[in-house]
């Protein structure tokens, strides 16, 4: 008896060794959203090989399942079945955008599988479903920041100019809703596909009305075609989302970047911040990590999945290899910093953040500069 009781227990402690955490990703790898999925794939495989190397998580190593979803609803779905059912996941990042997120989260929900966004609507996790969750600032988190700015140097009227897809949807949403709440009239409302390769009829009618500002909600390629257009008509009091945060939209818009002011998070101008700012080691790390390995610059968008992965990787230790469990133990994360902000989520609010995760940039010879 003694023997088998030996045996047993070796045999539980093999098991346990060699437990598998099998993990699931989804981004836009390429496609027209490809500045936000490759930068986002390349950040979750550079941290499951490290912490693999470091002995996993709770003594198990993580397998990865990785999917191109091109940006692409039918592609983001098919990605999602496969992860739940042939792979069996016990959670997904992921995936890149705001299309994707709200197509798949009524699936993920049916599942019973956490899904921890990369993209930024607000609309994601709200309502709140107890297996959804996302990691960038809000499209009202951004709002809130610009808003705060514009009130804070006397604009009272702005034109607004969003791309029609549910990024820019809403986003448009949140700005028409808390402008008044800033004394901010907004003037002229105007919309543009995100194939269009000319906006200016839609920015000639805006700057007919005269605003004070004019802000862009939109991500993607088509912002630069925006801030051409606009510099061609002379508009030079220029917002745009976080949807921009990218070295690519400099390099899109070329000089017509120059002057725009944005709101978004640190990582973009991380050694620019002064040292008291409280993210800035953070960050730092981050970038270097993926900087040495990649031998690329790091986007604030793979600081989303970095952040999606610090969430998993807490709730995992909290609540090991269980679906339901590992979602449970999310939305009772409380001051887990990652390089986008501090997340602290409760029963009703999964992305954890505020308007203090953003803060404000302006584009100055081709380069992000923190602004005062």
């Known amino acids: 008896m003694k023997k ?35 930068p986002e794939k390349l950040t979750i495989e550079m941290l499951v090989e490290n912490i693999n190397k470091a002995g996993g998580i709770n003594g198990e190593k993580i397998k990865l399942f990785v999917y191109d979803t091109q940006g692409r609803e039918d592609r983001a779905i098919n990605s999602l079945n496969r992860l739940a059912k042939k792979d069996r996941v016990v959670a997904i990042i992921g995936p890149s955008t705001t299309g994707e997120s709200l197509a798949i989260k009524a699936r993920a929900t049916g599942f019973k599988i956490p899904l921890i966004s990369c993209a930024a609507s607000a609309k994601i996790v709200n309502p709140s479903d107890l297996y959804i969750y996302k990691t960038p600032q809000s499209d009202v988190h951004v709002a809130e920041r610009i808003f705060d700015y514009m009130s804070s140097v006397g604009i009272k009227t702005i034109g607004l100019i969003t791309v029609q897809n549910g990024f820019g949807a ?9 402008a008044k709440d800033y004394g901010i009239t907004i003037v002229a409302d105007e919309k543009y596909m995100d194939k269009d390769k000319d906006v200016t009829v839609q920015l000639s009618t805006i700057k007919a009305k005269k605003p004070d500002a004019v802000i862009c909600w939109a991500a993607g390629g088509s ?45 973009g101008v991380a050694e620019k911040l002064p040292n008291s700012d409280k993210y800035k080691a953070t960050i730092l790390e981050y970038k270097k990590a993926y900087e040495d390995k990649y031998n690329t610059t790091a986007s604030p968008f793979g600081g989303y999945a970095n952040d999606a992965f610090v969430l998993f990787k807490a709730a995992y230790e909290k609540a090991g290899n269980d679906r339901t469990k590992i979602a449970e133990a999310l939305q009772t994360l409380t001051n887990v910093t990652g390089t986008t902000g501090t997340y602290s989520m409760t029963t009703s609010d999964h992305n954890g953040l505020t308007k203090e995760s953003a803060i404000m940039l302006e584009i100055k010879d081709g380069q992000f500069t923190p602004m005062k």
Not at 5 to 33: D, K, Q
């Open 170 to 178: 809403t986003g448009r949403a949140a700005m028409i809703k808390i």
């Open 4 to 38: 088998v009781a030996i045996l047993l227990v070796i045999l539980c402690f093999s098991i346990s060794a060699f437990a598998e955490i099998r993990l699931g990703a989804m981004f836009a790898v390429t496609g027209p959203a490809s500045f936000l999925g490759n």
């Open 223 to 267: 912002p630069a075609i925006v801030a051409r257009n606009a510099a061609q008509l002379g508009i030079t009091n220029l917002y745009m989302s976080h949807g921009v945060a990218s070295p690519k939209f400099i390099k899109l818009a070329g000089d017509a970047a120059n002057g725009i002011k944005l709101a978004a998070g640190r990582l």
